[in-house]
């Protein structure tokens, strides 16, 4: 048996639902104070709502951003410019957050859900191509934790097939995939500015998009369909109203800044952990495409129960009692698995848009979903952040060791 170090003290490890894992500083309050003085906050007047959508295109290499209220209006904007009927299917993944779907459903689009890779627990071209059919009208894909999809393959798929890519990278700021960073390979990207995230501003989102005619639709979608800046300018069609504040965008600018050093900063002591976690029988760690870098919005590990009692929870229990509070199973069911989709509870009693649905199309049993099933049941999502030392790190490797080798089936 693995000898066991007993480490009587407990360390508390920076947060970024708060300032000891946030990265805020005089920048931010320099920018707000600015803002508040100028006595403008609507970002259709203002200077910061124009400077961070220039920065962060320039920043990702993007023809055009647009700054928005959170990353699901992100993903609805995005949808609203591909411009679907009601009935029209999307293909998603099968292990994704709330705020990404809910918009499909606000726009009348049937949700079809693709399975992961039981590794990455991200979708892939195989897994999307199972699921296409006459109806699909886009494809979402989620680089979940990080670390990007395989984006080639995807692509291939999707151009041969005329149907447009939008990228969820809300968790992947500055992910490199290829000579590109995550959200400018496919037709979209959107991105999230929520509290836990890469640079946040509470909440808050972006998109990109180096399509012209996608991007005016964007633009229009974010502003009520109104024509800002044109001869006649009238509400060409329907939409809301998702401006960020100008208070956002200078917190988001003097964010977008700190950008680099706060993902090298994820990554550097990722890497570390990585390296200190080899070998234990298992735990693995994370697996990164060859084209692709990590940017360890988590650090996630697969806990394997046939040599781990308990797996991922029976981990997660004795991290707890160090301080570190991990995520068993992440999102624990998938999210068709949730009420609205179960249910079918969306606009009063009509069901819509799941009336519209083909035959098939809306079978979310779970029972159709093993890969999704089996790597939900195997992960277990550390919390992580630019804050990091070398000392919370080795804490953590060394808890993780330990906690394994109590464990250890025999």
Not at 203 to 225: C, H, P, Q, S, W
Request: proline content about 4%.
């Amino acid at each position: 048996m693995t000898p066991v170090t007993t480490i009587e003290r407990l360390m508390t490890l920076p947060s970024d639902q708060d300032i000891s894992g946030r990265t805020f500083g005089d920048e931010e309050i320099a920018n707000v104070t600015e803002a508040l003085r100028s006595g403008t906050l609507t970002t259709t007047k203002g200077k910061f709502g124009k400077q961070l959508e220039s920065a962060f295109a320039a920043k990702l290499g993007a023809a055009y951003a647009y700054a928005c209220t959170s990353g699901s209006a992100a993903i609805h904007i995005a949808v609203a410019a591909i411009n679907p009927n009601p009935g029209d299917e999307i293909i998603t993944t099968s292990i994704t957050d709330m705020g990404a779907l809910t918009p499909l459903l606000y726009r009348g689009v049937i949700p079809v859900f693709a399975e992961v890779d039981l590794k990455t627990l991200n979708v892939t071209a195989d897994t999307i191509r199972e699921k296409l059919s006459e109806r699909t009208k886009a494809i979402i894909v989620t680089h979940l934790f990080g670390n990007p999809c395989e984006m080639d393959a995807i692509m291939e798929l999707a151009n041969e097939r005329g149907i447009p890519v939008i990228e969820d990278s809300a968790q992947t700021f500055l992910a490199e995939y290829g000579d590109k960073y995550a959200g400018t390979v496919g037709h979209i990207g959107c991105f999230s500015l929520q509290q836990g995230k890469h640079m946040t501003t509470g909440e808050g989102g972006m998109v990109v998009t180096n399509d012209e005619a996608l991007a005016r639709r964007m633009f229009l979608y974010i502003n009520k369909a109104w024509g800002y800046g044109d001869p006649n300018p009238d509400h060409y069609f329907m939409a809301l109203n998702y401006r960020m504040s100008e208070l956002q965008a200078a917190v988001a600018l003097a964010q977008l800044e700190k950008l680099e050093n706060t993902v090298a900063s994820r990554q550097k002591t990722a890497a570390m952990l990585t390296e200190l976690l080899h070998g234990i029988d298992g735990i693995e760690t994370p697996v990164i495409s060859d084209k692709a870098t990590h940017v360890y919005w988590k650090y996630c590990l697969n806990v394997d129960d046939t040599k781990i009692e308990g797996g991922s929870v029976g981990m997660a229990n004795l991290l707890k009692e160090k301080n570190i509070f991990s995520a068993p199973r992440y999102i624990v069911k998938p999210a068709f698995m949730c009420l609205v989709f179960q249910e079918q509870n969306t606009l009063g009693d009509s069901r819509f848009p799941f009336n519209l649905a083909r035959e098939g199309a809306v079978d979310y049993s779970m029972e159709n979903y093993p890969m999704t099933e089996k790597a939900l049941h195997d992960i277990l999502v550390l919390p992580w952040n630019e804050k990091y030392t070398e000392e919370h790190v080795r804490y953590i490797a060394e808890n993780v060791r330990i906690a394994a080798s109590k464990l250890r089936k025999n």
